[in-house]
């Protein structure tokens, strides 16, 4: 059973970026204006802290390499990240190290660099360029599509290539199959995909955000496509985790581990705060890398975190979903459970009772 923040998502320059998505939190925040001042470099000294700091406690470490983009920060920074490790590595510790990117700054080196570290990369790819590019551009405007594609071809050369995380906006809902065409198409078969939600400071939701119970069509458009093809290759997390759970094996996507306390966001000044995907406040910051680990995991606003994360799955406990749900992501639920209540989970029932309605349908269950 992991302990509270043993996942380590890691931003080594905040939220620096080389682009600005339209719909991205990341250079929203207060601290990381929209010029990119304020954001930071994390120093060696913080580096050194944070990697003692989730390797002292546990036999397995996930360093999940994120920002903004993380890139920025140079290879001389992960070629430190390689030395600091290599002591606990030493001493049998298992380390996996996973980067977030955007991909456009990846070039031979930085593949090389990967391959022989063992890191491997996921890269965001919201479909063909007339979707992609309508949101995920450079400061300038100009498009970023051609810039991700040929990095992630690099990536893929390599054998360095973890997959695609594609954002489901109110550009690119509507043409689920478009999408999974074009993916299939370029050899791209491990996709993660996400629905672009969230809210800024004031409350005003992130620029092309979708309703739940638009994400949730989408993915079922994918599932019935995806059986169609019927091709073993293709593997969409999402339904790949649901099926295997509905069988009892294993599954990797956070959303269903119901364990939203074991991921730590940490920033370049060595903070922790909780998952990325909510807000970075004060009632979300746990303390910092220098502080002891056991401290830490005593800290009032992470008990406080996992006391909400509890009540919450008690009141869904007696669904009949519960034990793959698991209460679904924190993110969506938290403003109701910040108000004092509890939060009905929209169109998750239907969305589990049409998945496993269609895998009977095909005898995939
Ligand atoms: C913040 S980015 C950082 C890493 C890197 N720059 C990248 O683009 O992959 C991490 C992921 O969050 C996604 N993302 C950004 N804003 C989002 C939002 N409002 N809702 C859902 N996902 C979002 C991005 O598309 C990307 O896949
Ligand atoms: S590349 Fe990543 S961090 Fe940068 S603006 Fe886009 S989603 Fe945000
Ligand atoms: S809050 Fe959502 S994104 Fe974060 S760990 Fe929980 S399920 Fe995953």
Redesign the pocket.
């Known amino acids: 059973m992991p302990k509270s923040l043993s996942v380590a998502i890691v931003k080594p320059v905040d939220g620096k ?1 080389n682009l600005r ?1 339209q ?4 250079w929203r925040y207060s601290n990381c204006a929209r010029a990119d001042e304020g954001c930071s470099k994390m120093n060696f000294a913080t580096l050194k802290l944070l990697i003692d700091f989730f390797c002292s406690g546990q036999q397995d470490i996930e360093f999940i390499w ?5 890139l920025l920060a140079g290879i001389s920074f992960y070629r430190q990240v390689v030395e600091y490790q290599q002591k606990w590595l030493d001493r049998g510790k298992n380390i996996a190290n996973f980067v ?3 991909a456009t700054l990846v070039n031979r080196n930085w593949a090389r660099f990967f391959a022989e570290n063992k890191f491997v990369a996921g890269v ?1 790819l919201d479909g063909p360029a007339e979707y992609h590019n309508l949101v995920r551009c450079y400061k300038n405007s100009q498009k970023s599509f051609t810039a991700t594609m040929r990095g992630i071809s690099i990536l893929k050369e390599a054998s360095v290539f973890n997959g695609v ?1 594609c ?1 489901v906006s109110d550009i690119n809902y509507k043409h689920p199959m478009e999408i999974l065409e074009f993916f299939i198409k370029n050899d791209i078969k491990s996709l993660k995909f ?5 809210q800024d400071s004031h409350g005003n939701p ?1 620029p092309h955000s979708i309703s739940q119970q638009a994400y949730l069509e989408f993915l079922l458009s994918v599932l019935n496509r995806w059986i169609e093809i019927d091709d073993v290759d293709i593997e969409i997390r999402d339904l790949k985790s649901i099926i295997d759970l509905m069988l009892g094996g294993e599954f990797r996507e956070c959303v269903y581990m119901g364990r939203c306390d074991i991921f730590a966001t940490v920033y370049s000044d060595g903070s922790i705060y909780s998952c990325d995907a909510l807000p970075k406040t004060r009632e979300f910051y746990f303390g910092r890398v220098n502080q002891p680990v056991k401290d830490i995991r005593k800290s009032a606003n992470l008990l406080k975190l996992i006391r909400m994360i509890n009540i919450h799955k008690k009141f869904c406990g007696a669904c009949e979903y519960f034990k793959i749900c698991k209460s679904g992501c924190l993110q969506d639920y938290l403003p109701d459970l910040l108000r004092g209540g509890n939060s009905s989970c929209g169109d998750l029932k239907r969305y589990y009772t049409t998945v496993r309605s269609k895998l009977l349908e095909y005898d995939l269950l």
């Open positions: 970026c998505c719909y991205c939190y990341m994120h920002g903004g983009e993380p977030q990117t955007n965001s995380s954002c996400l629905r672009v939600k969230g992130y």
